[in-house]
Protein backbone atom coordinates (compact mmCIF):
# COMPACT_ATOMS: atom_id res chain seq x y z
CA UNK A 1 0.00 0.00 0.00
CA UNK A 2 2.74 2.57 0.74
CA UNK A 3 4.66 2.01 -2.52
CA UNK A 4 1.07 1.82 -4.72
CA UNK A 5 -0.04 5.12 -3.20
CA UNK A 6 3.60 6.92 -3.27
CA UNK A 7 2.97 7.64 0.87
CA UNK A 8 5.61 9.86 1.64
CA UNK A 9 6.39 10.31 6.02
CA UNK A 10 8.21 13.37 6.68
CA UNK A 11 8.43 15.23 10.04
CA UNK A 12 8.82 14.81 13.38
CA UNK A 13 9.13 11.11 13.89
CA UNK A 14 7.34 11.51 17.06
CA UNK A 15 4.84 13.81 16.70
CA UNK A 16 1.24 13.37 16.67
CA UNK A 17 0.51 12.42 12.53
CA UNK A 18 -1.51 14.49 10.27
CA UNK A 19 -2.75 12.80 6.74
CA UNK A 20 -3.47 14.63 3.67
CA UNK A 21 -5.69 13.74 1.50
CA UNK A 22 -6.06 15.71 -1.93
CA UNK A 23 -9.25 16.08 -3.66
CA UNK A 24 -10.36 14.66 -7.24
CA UNK A 25 -7.87 15.77 -10.25
CA UNK A 26 -5.42 16.15 -7.64
CA UNK A 27 -2.17 14.73 -5.96
CA UNK A 28 -0.55 15.05 -2.97
CA UNK A 29 1.82 18.22 -4.41
CA UNK A 30 -1.25 19.94 -3.50
CA UNK A 31 0.43 19.77 -0.19
CA UNK A 32 3.67 21.13 -0.51
CA UNK A 33 2.98 24.42 0.59
CA UNK A 34 0.93 23.64 3.75
CA UNK A 35 2.59 20.21 5.62
CA UNK A 36 6.06 21.72 5.34
CA UNK A 37 5.31 24.49 7.67
CA UNK A 38 3.88 21.78 10.05
CA UNK A 39 6.71 19.31 10.15
CA UNK A 40 8.67 21.17 12.98
CA UNK A 41 5.97 20.03 15.10
CA UNK A 42 3.87 16.66 13.49
CA UNK A 43 4.55 13.70 11.65
CA UNK A 44 3.48 14.23 8.10
CA UNK A 45 1.78 11.52 5.99
CA UNK A 46 1.03 12.54 1.97
CA UNK A 47 -0.12 10.08 -0.12
CA UNK A 48 -1.81 9.81 -3.70
CA UNK A 49 -5.01 8.78 -3.89
CA UNK A 50 -5.34 5.60 -6.15
CA UNK A 51 -5.79 6.19 -9.99
CA UNK A 52 -4.28 9.69 -9.21
CA UNK A 53 -0.92 11.56 -9.19
CA UNK A 54 2.20 9.07 -8.62
CA UNK A 55 -0.03 6.38 -7.50
CA UNK A 56 0.38 2.70 -8.93
CA UNK A 57 -2.64 3.62 -12.20
CA UNK A 58 -2.59 -0.16 -12.79
CA UNK A 59 -4.24 -0.86 -9.37
CA UNK A 60 -7.07 1.23 -10.22
CA UNK A 61 -10.39 -0.45 -10.40
CA UNK A 62 -13.56 1.26 -11.71
CA UNK A 63 -15.79 -0.96 -9.56
CA UNK A 64 -13.76 -0.39 -6.08
CA UNK A 65 -13.28 3.14 -6.67
CA UNK A 66 -16.74 4.15 -7.86
CA UNK A 67 -17.65 4.62 -3.93
CA UNK A 68 -15.03 6.71 -2.06
CA UNK A 69 -15.47 3.98 0.23
CA UNK A 70 -12.67 2.05 -1.80
CA UNK A 71 -10.39 5.22 -0.89
CA UNK A 72 -11.40 5.30 2.76
CA UNK A 73 -10.41 1.41 3.18
CA UNK A 74 -6.99 2.32 1.11
CA UNK A 75 -6.52 5.00 3.63
CA UNK A 76 -7.13 3.13 7.01
CA UNK A 77 -4.71 0.23 5.38
CA UNK A 78 -2.18 2.80 5.16
CA UNK A 79 -2.71 3.96 8.99
CA UNK A 80 -2.56 0.62 10.01
CA UNK A 81 0.82 -0.41 7.93
CA UNK A 82 2.07 2.77 9.70
CA UNK A 83 1.37 2.01 12.91
CA UNK A 84 -0.52 5.23 13.37
CA UNK A 85 -2.78 5.85 16.11
CA UNK A 86 -5.26 8.81 16.82
CA UNK A 87 -4.04 10.50 13.35
CA UNK A 88 -5.63 14.26 12.03
CA UNK A 89 -7.16 13.66 8.62
CA UNK A 90 -6.61 16.86 6.68
CA UNK A 91 -8.85 16.16 3.53
CA UNK A 92 -9.81 18.57 0.30
CA UNK A 93 -12.78 17.76 -1.42
CA UNK A 94 -13.59 14.67 -2.04
CA UNK A 95 -10.52 13.70 0.71
CA UNK A 96 -12.88 15.43 2.97
CA UNK A 97 -15.60 12.97 2.15
CA UNK A 98 -12.68 9.69 2.62
CA UNK A 99 -11.60 11.11 5.84
CA UNK A 100 -15.05 11.29 7.29
CA UNK A 101 -15.97 7.70 6.00
CA UNK A 102 -12.35 6.80 7.14
CA UNK A 103 -13.03 8.25 10.62
CA UNK A 104 -16.46 6.64 10.48
CA UNK A 105 -15.14 3.09 9.95
CA UNK A 106 -12.05 3.53 12.70
CA UNK A 107 -13.25 6.10 15.48
CA UNK A 108 -10.16 4.74 17.36
CA UNK A 109 -7.78 5.66 14.69
CA UNK A 110 -8.80 9.12 14.09
CA UNK A 111 -8.58 12.04 16.51
CA UNK A 112 -9.71 14.92 14.41
CA UNK A 113 -10.72 16.17 10.81
CA UNK A 114 -10.18 18.76 8.99
CA UNK A 115 -12.44 19.58 6.26
CA UNK A 116 -11.20 21.77 3.13
CA UNK A 117 -14.00 22.68 0.89
CA UNK A 118 -16.13 19.74 1.90
CA UNK A 119 -19.04 18.97 -0.48
CA UNK A 120 -22.32 17.11 0.99
CA UNK A 121 -23.46 15.60 -2.02
CA UNK A 122 -21.06 16.65 -5.48
CA UNK A 123 -23.80 16.06 -7.55
CA UNK A 124 -27.28 18.47 -7.55
CA UNK A 125 -30.79 16.99 -6.77
CA UNK A 126 -33.09 19.35 -7.94
CA UNK A 127 -36.02 17.60 -6.92
CA UNK A 128 -35.06 18.28 -3.31
CA UNK A 129 -34.31 21.53 -3.43
CA UNK A 130 -30.57 20.71 -2.85
CA UNK A 131 -28.04 22.69 -4.76
CA UNK A 132 -24.05 22.80 -3.86
CA UNK A 133 -22.53 20.55 -6.32
CA UNK A 134 -23.02 19.59 -9.84
CA UNK A 135 -25.57 18.84 -12.43
CA UNK A 136 -24.91 16.02 -14.83
CA UNK A 137 -24.16 17.89 -17.88
CA UNK A 138 -21.26 19.78 -15.76
CA UNK A 139 -19.86 16.49 -14.49
CA UNK A 140 -19.87 15.06 -18.04
CA UNK A 141 -17.84 18.51 -19.36
CA UNK A 142 -15.73 18.08 -16.13
CA UNK A 143 -14.63 14.74 -16.60
CA UNK A 144 -14.26 15.12 -20.61
CA UNK A 145 -11.99 17.94 -19.88
CA UNK A 146 -10.04 15.58 -17.47
CA UNK A 147 -10.24 13.26 -20.11
CA UNK A 148 -8.84 15.41 -22.40
CA UNK A 149 -6.12 17.54 -20.39
CA UNK A 150 -5.72 17.41 -17.20
CA UNK A 151 -2.44 19.47 -17.16
CA UNK A 152 -5.15 22.20 -18.26
CA UNK A 153 -7.96 21.34 -15.36
CA UNK A 154 -5.00 21.52 -12.67
CA UNK A 155 -3.85 25.15 -14.27
CA UNK A 156 -7.25 26.44 -14.09
CA UNK A 157 -7.94 25.20 -10.81
CA UNK A 158 -4.83 26.00 -9.14
CA UNK A 159 -5.65 29.42 -8.61
CA UNK A 160 -9.02 28.49 -6.96
CA UNK A 161 -7.78 26.00 -4.92
CA UNK A 162 -4.78 28.69 -3.69
CA UNK A 163 -7.73 31.61 -3.09
CA UNK A 164 -5.77 33.34 -5.69
CA UNK A 165 -7.14 35.02 -8.65
CA UNK A 166 -7.92 33.81 -12.00
CA UNK A 167 -4.31 33.89 -13.38
CA UNK A 168 -1.99 34.35 -10.79
CA UNK A 169 -0.55 30.69 -11.42
CA UNK A 170 0.73 31.50 -15.19
CA UNK A 171 -0.08 29.47 -17.83
CA UNK A 172 -2.34 29.90 -20.56
CA UNK A 173 -6.28 30.02 -19.96
CA UNK A 174 -8.55 27.12 -20.69
CA UNK A 175 -12.79 27.17 -20.88
CA UNK A 176 -14.16 27.36 -17.81
CA UNK A 177 -15.98 24.16 -16.73
CA UNK A 178 -17.07 24.60 -13.62
CA UNK A 179 -20.20 25.44 -12.35
CA UNK A 180 -19.79 30.07 -11.58
Known amino acids: MLTRNKVVVSGLASGKALIFIHGFGCDQSMWRQVAPDLAEEFQIVTYDLTGMGQSDLSAYDPHRYANPRGHAEDLLAIIEELG ?32 VSPNPCFVNAPA ?48 RVLPH
Not at 98 to 112: E, H, M, W
Not at 148 to 168: D, K, R, S, V
Open 84 to 115: LDEVVLVGHSIGATIGLLAANQAPDKVSRLVL
Open 128 to 175: EGYRGGFSREELEELIAFLDENHLGWAAQMAPTIAGQPAGACGGRAYP
